[in-house]
Nanobody, 124 residues
């Protein structure tokens, strides 16, 4: 059974930093693209970042480019999202997801495995 478990969310002031991580079990992590998505209250789920199977390619939403960094450690079955210069508009529930597609996908429909989410709140 595939399971994704996020952790590391919390409350931070604008301009601050926060690191979230996601431990994946039930699959061989190196065979999957991993992504982070978020959903703010009243909004649709949106793409944040994704990383290729080997970690050599990444994609970011324009809204987080230059501020967020996605990384992975296949030996630890973990994907990370480092968030810096956080803004109130980054407030959302953050979800990690796994995709069996070969490319670094940005649409949630390409991801089959999902975590329960971790809440990130950025105060102004």
């Amino acid at each position: 059974q595939v399971r994704l478990l996020e952790s590391g969310g919390g409350l931070v002031q604008a301009g601050g930093s926060l690191n979230v991580s996601c431990v994946v079990s039930g699959l061989t992590l190196g065979g999957y693209v991993l992504g982070w998505f978020r959903r703010a209250p009243g909004n649709e789920r949106e793409f944040v970042a994704a990383i290729s199977r080997s970690g050599d390619m990444t994609k970011y939403a324009d809204s987080v480019k230059g501020r967020f960094t996605i990384s992975r450690d296949n030996t630890k079955n973990t994907v990370y999202l480092q968030m810096t210069d956080l803004r109130p508009e980054d407030t959302a529930d953050y979800y990690c997801a796994s995709s069996a597609y070969f490319g670094v996908e940005v649409t949630p429909e390409k991801y089959a495995g999902w975590g329960q989410g971790t809440q990130v709140t950025v105060s102004s």
